[in-house]
Nanobody, 123 residues
Framework: QVQLVESGGGLVQAGGSLRLSCAAS????????MGWFRQAPGKEREFVAT????????YYADSVKGRFTISRDNAKNTVYLQMNSLKPEDTAVYYC????????????????WGQGTQVTVSS
């Protein structure tokens, strides 16, 4: 079992920044590929970013590429999502998740999920 707890969400104006954190406990954190997903009201949960176990590989959705950065600190069992140049369309509940699978862009590939943190970007 892996327990995930997100934090760092909030209300920010367009163009602003937020840093989300996801603290993990349980089984070996460093063994997992970690992902960030988001879900806006009335929409399906969508992939945002992922990072492999060592942090050497990262991938991003086209909608956030160049604005968001995913990173991890295995010594602290934490994964981060730095979000810059935020837009109103980034408003959503953001979730972190853990997988040992290879199709990291798929929601159903992930075995463990946090409870989510709300990000609201005002125009």
């Amino acid at each position: 079992q892996v327990q995930l707890v997100e934090s760092g969400g909030g209300l920010v104006q367009a163009g602003g920044s937020l840093r989300l954190s996801c603290a993990a406990s349980g089984r070996t954190f460093s063994s997992y590929t970690m992902g960030w997903f988001r879900q806006a009201p009335g929409k399906e949960r969508e992939f945002v970013a992922t990072i492999n176990w060592s942090g050497s590989n990262t991938y991003y959705a086209d909608s956030v590429k160049g604005r968001f950065t995913i990173s991890r600190d295995n010594a602290k069992n934490t994964v981060y999502l730095q979000m810059n140049s935020l837009k109103p369309e980034d408003t959503a509940v953001y979730y972190c998740a853990a997988t040992m699978g290879s199709r990291w862009y798929l929601v159903e590939q992930y075995d463990y999920w946090g409870q989510g943190t709300q990000v609201t970007v005002s125009s």
